[in-house]
């Protein structure tokens, strides 16, 4: 049964850099597209980048270019977003989302960590 | 990038109504077209992909259809647990998009 578990809350001061870390196990981790999708409080889903299959190769949102660093450790099957210059409008629950898309498109997202929020205050 | 309109923004219906959420895409996107339900604190869960597809162990009063850029999701025969927000997103360009969400409440 695959599975994806993030780490725990973070609060963090205005400036500074948080990492956030997504492990997936149940299915075969090189095979995964690793999405990442934020959520301000009350509002809606803002999807934030994501690291292809095989190649580890990211892509970002533009509104987060030279901000956010998105990594993989296929040794331990984790993920890491790494965000930087943390404002109070980062206050958000991040979730990341993974797709075997050896199975099936990359852009469907079936399986979701449980979310991570982020606290940013001074 | 594509934009994602869906409406209305919020609903009100009754147990046993049937109940449609309407999203639209800024440009053609085929029927690259999934729909999530998200329940307060928790993460989104997909119901619907490619439009019109039903993900395992979704119940068969939710359905998708449409392709373009027009596109619907229906719940048959709304049941209590079915309150939640949600949302239509595309993949059919990068960056994926997400609506901005319907919340569903029981009348």
């Known amino acids: 049964q695959a599975q994806v578990v993030q780490s725990g809350t973070e609060v963090k001061r205005p400036g500074a850099s948080v990492r956030v870390s997504c492990k997936a196990s149940g299915y075969t981790f090189s095979n995964l597209g690793v999405n990442w999708v934020r959520q301000a409080p009350g509002q809606g889903l803002e999807w934030m980048g994501w690291?292809?299959?095989?190649?580890?190769?990211?892509r970002y949102a533009q509104k987060f270019q030279g901000r956010v660093t998105m990594t993989t450790d296929t040794s331990t099957n984790t993920a890491y977003m790494d965000l930087r210059s943390l404002r109070s409008d980062d206050t958000a629950v991040y979730y990341c989302?993974?797709?075997?898309?050896?199975?099936?498109?990359?852009?469907?997202?079936?399986?979701w960590g449980q979310g991570t929020l982020v606290t940013v205050s001074s | 990038d594509i934009q994602m309109t869906q409406s209305p923004s919020s609903l009100s219906a009754s147990v046993g109504d049937r109940v449609t959420i309407t999203c639209q895409a800024s440009q053609y996107i085929s029927n690259y077209l999934n729909w999530y339900q998200q329940k307060p604190g928790k993460a989104p869960k997909l119901l619907i992909y490619?439009?019109?597809h039903l993900e395992r162990g979704v119940p068969s009063r939710f359905s998708g259809s449409g392709s373009g850029t027009d596109f619907t999701f229906t719940i048959s025969s709304l049941q209590p647990e079915d309150i939640a927000t949600y949302y239509c997103?595309?993949?059919?360009?990068?960056?994926?998009?997400f609506g901005q969400g319907t919340k569903l409440e029981i009348k």
């Open positions: 690291i292809a299959p095989y190649s580890g190769i990211p």
């Open positions: 490619d439009a019109s």
């Open positions: 989302t993974t797709r075997n898309c050896f199975s099936g498109a990359c852009g469907v997202f079936d399986y």
């Open positions: 997103q595309q993949y059919d360009n990068v960056p994926p998009a």
